[in-house]
């Protein structure tokens, strides 16, 4: 399973603010940090701001920030509104499953307990979760993956 890149940078905009709490960024400044596109960023902020994950001022104080605490943003529901659909095969859709084994396949249902198991482990993370604590500023310090715990 993979996420979109939509989702990636959602998440990515998400905890670079949740690293500033109270604090606003710019889209420049989070384009700048994860050196990502501008255009894609834009669209992203703006699904987010729908979606009341974060909120926007306009103008020169301007910028975005959390709409709430990061403890009561969960993972599961930032994906489940930015990825498009949770499929992981044709057959999950029953419109478009044109595949001859469906009917006996036992496939189709490993994979769903899969997918269900992998949104368990989001529902029970928030946004703080997935924010080491940084003093010196937003997430300004690479983690190495090696030393994280599982």
Do not use: W
């Amino acid at each position: 399973m993979k996420l979109t890149l939509y989702t990636d940078y959602s998440l990515r905009v998400l905890l670079y603010l949740a690293d500033k709490p109270g604090s606003t960024a710019t889209i420049s400044e989070i384009t700048e940090y994860y050196h990502i596109s501008r255009n894609h960023l834009v669209k992203v902020v703006h699904n987010l701001g729908l979606n009341e994950f974060i909120t926007t001022t306009r103008g020169k104080n301007g910028g975005i920030r959390l709409a709430r605490p990061a403890a009561e943003i969960y993972l599961s529901e930032v994906v489940l509104k930015t990825e498009p659909d949770m499929e992981l095969l044709e057959c999950f859709n029953p419109n478009t499953d044109k595949c001859v084994i469906s009917a006996t396949c036992r496939l189709k249902s490993i994979l769903h307990e899969s997918r269900a198991a992998f949104m368990q482990v989001l529902e029970k993370n928030t946004l703080a979760d997935a924010v080491k604590p940084n003093p010196t500023g937003p997430i300004s310090q690479l983690v190495n993956i090696s030393n994280l715990e599982p």
